[in-house]
């Protein structure tokens, strides 16, 4: 065999990877140590130094980057740097000689390139192939940006999901302060309890020291003047108070302290949790899955005391199951349980929208005349109690929740509140025309508010500082009212007039027309998906919910 580098004659059956192409020239087989991609020329060590007197600024790769050594040569096998000079036709394969001698020496069929692309360059498939290929590059290059977005979501993904662990922590915090201060408080009143009855003794003790000092006093008086009948008297008298005084003591006796006993339940509870929760890699493509209606049921949620005909403005699930609606017509906040049969409701002025919060806890907006109010529920064993509530300069029509802070629309803006009721910032304003703002959504990551303009028929995207990021107009969206958004980011909206039910991304772009009239949607004015068994609940502008399955 022929040491590395050395040169023998084009005639020998020795096989190279890769030859020296300067070599080959002179009819000479020297196996190449370098390879420059500018002359694509593949060298041996002799011919790499007279090729670097010539191209001082050429880059020349080494056998340590063989790797790329194929990849600038679109006429040269990738493998062995060769010239490709047949095709496999058993294997479908591009060979060059070192291929056909290595692997394909028992295949059946091969083809010498020449006259398998004779006359190609005419066909179709050969003249569309640039397009292809720049169709491609373009989806490509839209992955990319894709990607890049992605990137940078992923950085603000990390930063909501800081800001929620600390949210939690910061809500069981307040949780924890609650506890404290109910223990301290208990600790306090029997503390107050125990002192009044020390307080209450010693006043007993005293009276009862100075009683039996004075009537002592008294039968040494009858003893000395030797008064039998006085002395029996007062003999009696103080056998009665010492009586009385022995009680006192043996009562006092029995009195106990305080003594703090710890709730081992909760300390267990928090012992054995191993985080605040679970992180999961959310795949964005999921919330593009489109649905479509299977089949439809419809529910009365109109009691015998309703004077009006519904109409359904909001609707939501709470963890258990249960479901809550907003009845505008008959001034209710309803409570249906988990076969949609109303089950308890609470008296409010015209409830234009509600929102669930946490756990068991709603938000509802109201206006009414000149009352413009935001009032937090809560459900506790199957009935809706009232707990706080506070007012706005401005109109009450829509409400969201986004960790701890409540997003209320006015018909023509949208403002940021904290739960206490403070104003924050005014989001977006338009005023030219009316239901610019009509109902409005946040996204689970509470980088998009999607708001629906009634009166125009479009649906908007914003951003948190109030930026439009997309508007979609659509047949199937007309007057469009209602809309939800699931925890792992499915839009759905209503629109009131079309009489049907669209999907929309996280981007604010359609997917698809979920439910028609057909399905049985008629003037839609809510929605809520129930994620668990992919199935939407409608509020129609009637006395009945339509539940709508989904596949």
Not at 204 to 233: P, V, W
Not at 236 to 263: H, P, Y
Not at 460 to 478: A, K, R, Y
């Amino acid at each position: 065999m022929a040491s590395r580098g050395s040169s023998i004659y084009k005639g020998s059956d020795l096989i190279h990877e890769y030859s020296c192409s300067k070599c080959e020239e002179n009819d000479l087989n020297t196996e190449a140590q370098h390879f420059c991609p500018e002359c694509e020329h593949y060298l041996c060590d002799k011919c790499v130094g007279i090729h670097g007197d010539y191209f001082k600024k050429h880059v020349v790769y080494g056998r340590d980057d063989i790797q790329k050594w194929a990849e600038f040569s679109m006429d040269r096998c990738a493998q062995h740097g060769k010239e490709l000079e047949v095709h496999c036709d058993d294997h479908q394969e591009l060979c060059c000689c070192v291929c056909v001698a290595l692997n394909h020496r028992l295949c059946s069929s091969i083809s010498h390139l020449p006259d398998l692309a004779r006359g190609f360059h005419c066909t179709s498939e050969f003249k569309q192939l640039p397009a292809a290929v720049e169709k491609m590059r373009i989806r490509l290059d839209e992955l990319k940006n894709d990607r890049l977005k992605e990137q940078a979501s992923l950085n603000d993904s990390y930063k909501n999901s800081i800001a929620e662990i600390k949210a939690l922590r910061k809500e069981i915090n307040q949780i924890l302060d609650k506890l404290e201060k109910r223990t301290v408080e208990n600790l306090e009143s029997i503390m107050e309890d125990l002192e009044k009855s020390i307080k209450d003794d010693l006043a007993t003790f005293t009276r009862m020291h100075d009683q039996l000092g004075a009537m002592i006093e008294q039968f040494k008086q009858f003893t000395d003047k030797n008064k039998e009948s006085s002395s029996y008297i007062g003999f009696t008298k103080c056998q009665s108070k010492l009586s009385e005084a022995n009680s006192l003591v043996r009562e006092i006796r029995g009195k106990k302290g305080m003594k703090f006993k710890c709730d081992e339940s909760g300390l267990l509870f928090l012992r054995n949790l191993n985080s605040f929760g679970n992180v999961e890699s959310v795949r964005k493509t999921d919330s593009y899955h489109v649905f479509k209606a299977q089949s439809s049921s419809l529910y009365k949620v109109k009691k015998k005391k309703d004077k009006q005909n519904c109409s359904i403005e909001g609707i939501f699930e709470l963890p258990s199951g249960k479901v809550v609606i907003a009845d505008y017509n008959n001034d209710k906040v309803k409570l249906l349980n988990k076969q949609f049969e109303v089950i308890g409701y609470c008296h409010l002025p015209a409830p234009q929208h509600l929102c669930h919060i946490t756990d068991n806890d709603i938000a509802v907006a109201v206006s009414e005349f000149n009352t413009n109010e935001v009032h937090l529920l809560t459900v506790t064993k199957g009935k809706i109690k009232a707990m706080r509530k506070f007012t706005t300069d401005h109109l009450c029509c829509t409400i969201a929740h986004h960790q701890g802070q409540l997003y209320v629309g006015s018909n023509n803006a949208l403002y940021l509140y904290t739960m206490d009721g403070s104003l924050i910032k005014t989001i977006y304003e338009d005023n030219t025309s009316m239901h610019t703002v009509y109902k409005c959504v946040v996204s689970p990551d509470g980088e998009r508010i999607f708001v629906t303009h009634f009166t125009a028929s479009r649906l908007l995207t914003l951003d948190t500082s109030g930026q439009v990021l997309s508007t979609v107009e659509d047949p199937d969206l007309q007057s469009p009212s209602g809309l939800c958004v699931s925890p792992s980011g499915h839009v759905f909206v209503c629109g009131f007039e079309s009489n049907a039910l669209v999907q929309v991304d996280q981007e604010g772009r359609k997917v698809s027309t979920v439910a028609r009239l057909a399905d049985g949607v008629l003037y839609p004015r809510s929605v809520w998906f129930k994620e668990q068994n992919s199935t939407l609940i409608v509020g129609n502008l009637g006395d009945n919910i339509h539940v709508v399955k989904l596949c």
